[in-house]
């Protein structure tokens, strides 16, 4: 079925490099200029600005005064305080010009705190001028903007250095003083700050009505599209992921159209992950490809993690062909650079895997080696033993033994090394190996085994101790300890039946049954080869294999009539299976 999503998915891959919205008066460029500034295209910010100066309204006072805050504040975040000199000078003049002395007073004794991240030290100044404003305030029994202007920035300070529960008091009273001057601009800067402080509080269903207050009033894009980030991730966070894909996608379009590429890039990546959760592959393959696009559209680092995050849920999709385009790219552009030697380790893996599918076992193997040795480059032990333990699977399943007992043992190696290592992955190492050298007749496997069993008792699964004492049952085979075999072969089928694999426990019986028919004990092979398919739903392919071992059985006691009887079914089972 395809993805609901898809056409809306489609028109953002389509319109990557944003949606123009015209201007025609100074409150439209007003709208562009902030988004810009929240977008970090801080020329753009600017050049809307000043057009929005000279644009219908750019006149009237309150237009000109935040259109040269945000050319102020524009040159500030870039860091070229000179620049942004003559927009406060300007600014300061107008609300003196205006009979706003006391604001234009604030304004030019604080400077460039108002405009950008204050300093420790500016923050403790910017505490005592919020008293003495509250004070006057209070006495004068009116609220004024420039309180609200230190509070917001003491807010930003505050919340870095003592966190969000000290910084929502004066948050709270920003957005008070600014609804009751009513100044919507500002105060849906101001809300959503208060939303993303009550979410980091842990008030999450307040949170989600103030970002619905922020939604509900006019504003820009990238405010909106904040709004809606902030919303996606309350409601996923309360496993509602119906209404979080709903908000996330409307958070990329925002974004998007805003051109505010790392919102748009992390509300992609975002629901990338939650359609991967629904079983949308298609829509989260889409929105990977646009969180992709919209980083490398901004030019951040980032964009190499999502490539990677894309070609995995490529592989998770089996479309090994396309995972391995991206794969491939992403490590052929991180190749003969120092950075990001971890990301690229790891699309080597994902490109291992790929081309396994795609039946070049060679360049698997290929890049597996190489993928464990940047991430030992990189001191990531456990990830280095993973990637020998893959290395050594396909070397296995390859036959060649002594390859893959060679990345079994290094991988064991890396993995006993590793401090605060994950015990599953030792398992998996222990039984790796254990089971290839009792393939190869190697009693020292019988003890990894036993290891790995120990392990699986104390940190796995019923159906891993299941595995490795079928493991276990094969490698005391190989070893010709007919009766341990017999013995584990029973107790994994057993332990298969517990974690609800039928098929591996009549697997596990089949296997014991034949074991016994090589000892000459046919008469309870039979047995065990009856009750294999009898107590339980097989497979076509188990139960063929269990009735030619109870024919075998019977013919070895000299019933022949019975075993013509389970021949013929057999027969008919068989027609069936090649139709």
């Known amino acids: 079925m395809t993805s609901p999503l898809l056409p809306r998915l489609t028109a953002l891959i389509q319109a990557a490099g944003g949606t123009a919205v015209p201007a025609h008066d100074a409150r439209g460029w007003l709208d562009l200029a902030y988004e810009g500034a929240y977008g970090e295209r801080y020329r753009g910010a600017a050049e809307a600005a000043e057009a929005g100066l000279r644009s219908p309204g750019g006149d009237e006072p309150e237009n000109q005064l935040m259109l040269l805050r945000i050319l102020a504040g524009v040159h500030e975040m870039r860091g070229d305080s000179e620049a942004s000199a003559p927009f406060c000078a300007q600014r300061i003049e107008l609300l003196r010009s205006l009979g706003r002395s006391r604001q234009a007073r604030v304004e030019e004794d604080l400077g460039p705190m108002l405009l950008r991240e204050p300093d420790r030290v500016e923050g403790e100044i910017l505490a005592r001028v919020a008293e003495d404003l509250r004070a006057e305030d209070d006495a004068a029994g009116t609220a004024s903007v420039e309180l609200a202007d230190v509070l917001s920035s003491l807010a930003v300070r505050r919340l870095q250095d003592e966190g969000p529960e000290a910084t929502l008091p004066l948050v709270r009273e920003t957005c008070a003083i600014l609804e009751q001057l009513d100044h919507p601009e500002a105060l849906a800067g101001a809300r959503m700050f208060l939303a993303h402080t009550l979410l980091l509080c842990g008030e999450p269903e307040e949170s989600l009505s ?139 893996m994902g490109l291992g895997h790929a081309v396994t599918q795609l039946r070049r076992p060679v360049e698997a193997m290929s890049h597996w080696n190489e993928a464990a040795e940047l991430f030992l480059e990189v001191q990531e032990s456990e990830e280095a033993a993973r990637a020998h333990l893959a290395a050594g699977a396909l070397a296995a399943s390859l036959e060649r033994l002594d390859l893959a007992r060679s990345h079994y043992e290094q991988g064991l190696k890396l993995v006993e090394r590793t401090e605060d290592m994950d015990p599953l992955v030792l398992l998996q190492a222990l039984h790796s190996l254990g089971h290839l050298l009792t393939r190869a007749e190697d009693q020292a496997g019988i003890a990894h085994l036993d290891r790995a069993l120990a392990l699986a008792a104390e940190h796995g699964t019923t159906w891993q101790r299941a595995d490795i004492t079928d493991s276990l049952a094969r490698g005391w085979t190989a070893l010709g300890e007919g009766t341990k075999a017999v013995a584990a072969g029973l107790e994994a089928a057993d332990l298969f039946v517990e974690a609800g694999d039928d098929d591996a426990a009549g697997d596990a019986e089949v296997f014991a049954a034949k074991v016994l028919l090589e000892m000459g004990r046919a008469d309870e092979a039979e047995t065990i080869f009856r009750m294999s398919t009898d107590e339980r739903e097989a497979s076509p392919s188990l139960m063929a294999d269990a009735l030619e071992g109870q024919i075998e059985a019977l013919m070895r006691q000299g019933k022949a009539e019975a075993a013509a009887d389970l021949r013929r079914k057999l027969t008919r089972l068989k027609r069936r299976m090649r139709s």
């Open 210 to 348: 103030t970002a619905k207050l922020v939604l509900a009033a006019p504003t820009n894009r990238a405010v909106r599209g904040a709004m809606a980030m902030l919303q996606a991730t309350i409601h996923h966070h309360e496993d509602r992921n119906s209404e979080a894909i709903e908000a996330a996608l409307s958070s990329v379009e925002l974004y998007a159209a805003a051109q505010v590429r790392k919102g748009a890039a992390s509300a992609a990546a975002l629901l990338g992950g939650l359609t991967s959760e629904e079983d949308d592959g298609e829509a989260s393959v889409m929105a990977w490809r646009i969180a992709v696009q919209q980083a490398e559209l901004g030019e951040f680092s980032e964009s190499r993690l999502l490539s990677l995050a894309l070609g995995q849920q490529l592989l998770e999709l089996e479309d090994h062909a396309e995972a391995e385009k991206v794969l491939d790219a992403l490590s052929v552009r991180l190749a003969g650079t120092d950075e990001d030697r971890s990301t690229r380790a790891r699309a080597l």
